[in-house]
């Protein structure tokens, strides 16, 4: 049923694009919608200006406030300032939160 399918929202620093596809396929494949950042400009030519971030980071904030859940992808423990922000709003919002590094033993091994 539609209403049993939980929304969740992928944060974490773009430069781990394999693995954020991969959580992606895993958690879509579990019955979950899963959203990701606008798009991973290293994978393009392209080079943001501060009024183009500051836009993009509204979007994944709104991703986020749709969510049931952000799951954090924090290889090794890493989390940079931009997912540290996200962080902040989705507990702000009382969104639930996972994270990557924690589970990848029992979740994604």
Not at 9 to 19: A, D, E, H, M, V
Not at 29 to 50: M, Q, T, W, Y
Not at 78 to 106: D, L
């Amino acid at each position: 049923m539609i209403s049993d399918i939980k929304i969740i929202t992928l944060c974490g620093s773009i430069k781990f694009k394999n693995l954020f596809k991969e959580i992606e396929a895993k958690l879509t494949l579990e019955g979950n919608a899963v959203l990701l950042p606008c798009f991973f400009e290293h994978s393009i030519d392209f080079r943001p200006d501060k009024k183009c971030i500051d836009q993009l980071s509204n979007i994944h904030l709104k991703n986020i406030s749709v969510s049931d859940e952000i799951f954090v992808i924090n290889p090794d423990g890493y989390i940079g300032e931009s997912t540290k922000r996200e962080i902040a709003f989705a507990q702000t919002i009382n969104k639930k939160i996972n994270y990557y590094f924690h589970q990848e033993r029992s979740k994604f091994s």
